[in-house]
């Protein structure tokens, strides 16, 4: 079982940057896929982008593709997501998960697992 702690959420004005980190402990970290997340207020969470074991694949959602980077270090068995040119529409809290498949991490919502999340909001 993984556990994972969020940080690196804030305030910040459209088209600025933030880079959110997922810090993992509990098992083995680099067997896992990787995945950040995001639920706003009243909408179900929804996956923004994954990362295999590995780090040599990675998927995004459409709504973030060219904006947002996934990247992991095994190392240090932290997961980051650099946001980048970010839009009101990316104020949400934002959550990592696992699996161990790449594809089920991709097109299934994981059922638990869930930290606390960290807040984004992008806003004038």
């Known amino acids: 079982q993984v556990q994972f702690v969020e940080s690196g959420g804030g305030l910040v004005q459209p088209g600025g940057s933030l880079r959110l980190s997922c810090a993992a402990s509990g098992s083995i970290f680099s067997i896992y896929a990787m995945g950040w997340y995001r639920q706003a207020p009243g909408k179900q969470r929804e996956l923004v982008a994954a990362?295999?074991?590995?780090?040599?694949?990675?998927n995004y959602a459409d709504s973030v593709k060219g904006r947002f980077t996934i990247s992991r270090d095994n190392a240090q068995n932290t997961v980051y997501l650099q946001m980048n040119s970010l839009k009101p529409e990316d104020t949400a809290v934002y959550y990592c998960?696992?699996?161990?498949?790449?594809?089920?991490?991709?097109?299934?919502?994981?059922?638990?697992?869930w930290g606390q999340g960290t807040q984004v909001t992008v806003s004038s």
């Open positions: 990362i295999s074991s590995g780090g040599s694949t990675s």
């Open positions: 998960n696992a699996d161990l498949r790449f594809d089920v991490l991709v097109f299934n919502l994981p059922k638990s697992g």
